[in-house]
């Protein structure tokens, strides 16, 4: 099966989500409990954002600018969790360097707790307002760019 192209939407795409994922790591780092040792998890989350960005909202783009503010907006969701899981695993692999757990079973469901440990952080104004906001503004400037680099 031949790859399908790039696209000026999936550029966009990208490049909004990227925003997205490093304005949202902005307000996530905030709300941690260690905002000093947050270390570059807005680069990751900007990198995290354009992936995401490139892979979910690009394909989704001619159905309507309903539609893809709808799009925009699971984008972010799936933008959130898998930064939060980038973050969980991170963790993981600093506590197993330690030798921190009794085996491979013990590290993999920590990744798990951690996320869910992890996830207070994310009930604040400014992280639902970039998600859904964020979500919005980066769904219709991707059906934007859509409709005009055909």
């Not at 990227?18 to 304005?23: E, R």
């Not at 995401?52 to 892979?55: E, M, N």
């Not at 600018?65 to 984008?75: L, P, R």
């Not at 013990?106 to 869910?116: E, G």
């Given at each position: 099966m031949p790859t399908p192209m790039p696209t000026g939407a999936k550029l966009m795409a990208a490049a909004s989500f990227?925003?997205?994922?490093?304005?949202l790591a902005n307000f996530y780092a905030?709300?941690?409990?260690?905002?000093a040792a947050a270390g570059p998890i807005r680069e990751v989350a900007a990198l995290v954002g354009a992936i995401?960005?490139?892979?979910v909202m690009g394909p989704s783009v001619g159905k309507g600018?309903?539609?893809?503010?709808?799009?925009?907006?699971?984008?972010s969701i799936v933008?959130?969790?898998?930064?939060?899981?980038?973050?969980?695993?991170?963790?993981?692999?600093d506590n197993s360097v330690k030798m921190r757990y009794d085996g491979a079973l013990?590290?993999?469901?920590?990744?798990?707790?951690?996320?869910?440990k992890r996830s207070g952080?994310?009930?604040?104004?400014?992280?639902f307002g970039t998600i859904l906001f964020g979500g919005v503004v980066g769904g219709l400037l991707t059906e934007n760019a859509g409709r005009r680099w055909k």
């Open positions: 990227a925003v997205v994922g490093w304005v905030v709300n941690m409990p260690d905002a995401t960005g490139w892979k600018y309903v539609e893809a503010a709808g799009a925009g907006i699971k984008t933008l959130a969790v898998a930064a939060l899981f980038l973050l969980a695993l991170a963790e993981m692999l013990d590290a993999f469901l920590d990744i798990f707790q951690t996320m869910a952080a994310l009930v604040s104004l400014g992280v």
